[in-house]
DNA sequence: GCAGATTCGTTGCATGTGTAATAGTTGGAT
DNA sequence: ATCCAACTATTACACATGCAACGAATCTGC
């Protein structure tokens, strides 16, 4: 027939990627989750704090591609627990500044450690596979699309 | 400072995966969604069937790694727009057969012939890279958590 | 100045999700 | 035979999600 082509669910890349992502996701959340309560949407809003220091929701969701809502609402659980500060821009009323409280720094660079030592692990863990060249196809399959 | 690691979070390989995994998902997910009115989860219970043949619920579970939750509220709709019949195993009543209806193989075959192309011009477009290593990289990542 | 379009961020709503509890069935130990 | 543990699949519930609508502030063209 003409369409017993070969396909194998099991390489189709979609799959595959969304199958890698859920594992180290899963595996991941238990670190943030577990030591200060965090939820996913929560840890990338810190990370993007903590490197890139004082932002808008405007700027995070430009440079994550989180849903503004997602932001939102996780700015709003940040600060309740006084990981950031939440401070109105005077030139422009609608825009407000996020930036880190002390706490909110202290966890994130116990997080960024522990990420660190995780990527690495991941890394070991393929050996003498290329990583390079897999951070390499990974970031120009996000950027691709439509 | 000790802690000034070289990390970069566009490095960190499980917000790359995420980023890449969620990118091609949604890319992809415009053509079920479009053509059958599926959800990503009929999708993939969809080619399990297609692929493999009958299979009972904790079948696809087994080979999915999908929640047991998705499953069934995935085969209930397949089932009412009438893509597969469910079967009651008579020597283990708990048990239930799932199988393909002609319309049911027919939406497969169609999508298996798209997702071929796809993947194919997924492959291409990440052009002289090696898409062989990225696949078995990314099915260890998959394979490996705890 | 002023009206309409645009932007920032939030919220209402319908839908999707995982955890835990459930009904029904089977298998195993005594 | 009987009781209890294990298994299959579904459902209830609380929570996360994305879309659309929204209020407030700003910008644009005139």
């Given amino acids: 027939m003409a369409d017993q082509d070969t396909f194998d669910l099991q390489s189709f890349l979609p799959y595959l990627l969304n199958q890698a992502a859920e594992a180290s996701s899963l595996d ?3 670190v943030y989750k577990g030591r200060y309560g965090m939820l996913r949407n929560e840890w990338r809003v810190l990370f993007h704090l903590g490197m ?3 932002l808008t929701a405007s700027d995070i969701r430009d440079r994550s591609g989180l849903h503004k809502t997602k932001i939102s609402r996780a700015v709003q659980r940040l600060a309740e627990r006084r990981f950031l500060t939440r401070v109105r821009d005077e ?3 609608r825009a407000e500044h996020l930036e880190l409280t002390a706490q909110g720094q202290a966890a994130y660079r116990d997080l960024r ?3 660190k030592d995780y990527d690495d692990a991941l890394a070991e863990m393929l050996g003498d596979e290329d990583v390079a060249a897999l951070r390499r196809m990974l970031l120009r399959l996000a950027q691709r699309v439509s």
Avoid: E, T
Wanted: charged share 35%.
């Fill in 52 to 54: 890139y220091g004082r």
């Fill in 113 to 115: 450690k522990i990420a």
């Fill in 91 to 93: 030139q422009d009323r």
């Fill in 28 to 30: 991941f959340q238990s």
